[in-house]
């Protein structure tokens, strides 16, 4: 019997890699050769490599804390289950602001109302590798002083007006994890151009403890077992498997802070070619897709989405196409599930705040996988259920001189 499932997330990684990734355990200097690489590719000052995109965003809080008194961090109200969890892991205040439903950038006349004199910084995301307007964010923030972080944890590799995303910021971190662009099974990277905050960072690096042996042989273990069951004709066995709860989005209750190994920087020794390969591959799978459903032509320039994101009509519409994409296994999931302020371990900390872009967005938002996995047939079946389950014809008709959707998010229309 055959089963094919596909995943809703990967990354590129050969067999290659892995075997890099062995002799890297014998290779003394690959970190710092890891990070130096990185450091001159992004064209910044400092870079550091840690032990996830979680830990990189919580050690780049402690640094401006570090320097600066102020306590709160303004975020997303729809983000990444890991922000918010970070902000706390560096003993700061989480401060949410609602979001554009089309962008996922901030609102932005609610943002100006968000910062204070308290406001330390301004996280601003790119979820799915849609860029955030950055400049903006930066000019309403340097009339206080605010630092911006970037969370690029889903777009390495994407550039904005000519700019790679993650130097747009004061600082800014990317996520090595299973599912992103560019995976060693897990790690982060924090660069900045900021000598203040470079030297704030390395205060923090230098604290951090170096993986253990046993850390460094499971984690190998883990890169193994992902590289084997990632694949299609093989990732059904593992989504069946409740206790790995995968396609959970799960709130982090502690985020460790450790040393990037030599492990992890020996499966990163291609990493710019494979980030190159993963892009293309990401930019001309979301245009194959969005030529299936929509009646215009597509962008001149297709975008390397994590994701790609659509919106539907409703929330039972959003559940009828998952249903059929959990039947014929074609890796659509429903993003996060909630806004911030309605995690469960959270709720008590927002004062019963609503967001109800958030919210529409946690309601309607389902997101398709665009790796190297989706086949020919995998995109018509996709086109298939969307079409087929809401009866309707996605269309993003406009888009911006990077190629990207206006309304990144789509529109459903009769």
């Avoid at 994890?177 to 995976?183: A, S, V, Y």
């Avoid at 992890?264 to 591959?281: F, I, K, M, P, Y």
Wanted: aromatic share 6%; with cysteine.
């Amino acid at each position: 019997m055959k089963i094919r499932a596909l995943p809703p997330a990967a990354a590129p990684l050969g067999w290659k890699d892995v075997g890099h990734g062995v002799a890297g355990l014998l290779a003394r200097n690959a970190v710092c050769a890891r990070a130096e690489e990185i450091r001159e590719h992004f064209g910044v000052r400092h870079a550091f490599l840690v032990s996830s995109g979680a830990a990189a965003l919580t050690m780049t809080l402690k640094a401006l804390a570090s320097v600066d008194p102020r306590r709160r961090v303004v975020i997303p109200a729809y983000t990444c289950f890991s922000v918010p969890a970070a902000v706390l892991a560096a003993g700061l205040q989480p401060v949410l602001c609602d979001i554009d439903v089309s962008t996922f950038d901030f609102d932005h006349d609610l943002l100006e109302r968000a910062v204070d004199d308290e406001t330390l910084c301004v996280v601003a995301h790119h979820l799915f590798g849609i860029p955030s307007d950055v400049d903006r964010i930066r000019t309403l923030c340097a009339r206080r002083g605010i630092f911006v972080i970037e969370d690029a944890a889903q777009a390495m590799g994407v550039e904005s007006k000519g700019r790679k995303l993650g130097t747009c910021g004061d600082a800014g971190i990317f996520s090595l994890g299973r599912g992103k662009h560019l995976t060693c099974g897990s790690g982060g990277i924090i660069v900045t151009s900021s000598d203040a905050i470079g030297q704030a960072i390395s205060a923090q690096y230098r604290s951090l403890v170096e993986p253990s042996a046993c850390d460094v042989l499971k984690e190998l273990a883990r890169v193994v077992l992902m590289r084997a069951f990632i694949h299609p004709r093989l990732f059904w066995i593992p989504a069946a498997v409740p206790f790995l709860r995968l396609g959970e989005t799960i709130f982090p209750k502690r985020i460790p802070l450790k040393r990037f190994s030599r492990m992890q920087a020996g499966l990163l020794r291609d990493w710019r070619a494979r980030l190159s390969r993963s892009n293309e591959v990401r930019s001309r799978t979301a245009g194959d897709i969005m030529r299936r459903l929509a009646s215009l032509e597509p962008p001149a320039r297709a975008h390397p989405y994590l994701r790609l994101p659509i919106a539907v009509a409703t929330s039972e519409e959003k559940r009828r196409i998952l249903r059929l994409s959990r039947r014929w296994r074609l890796g659509m999931s429903a993003a996060y599930p909630s806004p911030i302020n309605e995690i469960p371990e959270l709720r008590g900390a927002f004062n019963e705040q609503r967001f109800p872009a958030a919210r529409q967005v946690a309601e309607t938002l389902l997101t398709i996988p665009v790796h190297e996995w989706v086949s020919e047939t995998d995109k018509h079946a996709i086109a298939a259920s969307l079409l087929g389950a809401s009866g309707r014809v996605f269309t993003a008709d406009k888009f911006d001189g990077d190629g990207i959707p206006l309304h990144a998010a789509g529109c459903w229309t009769s």
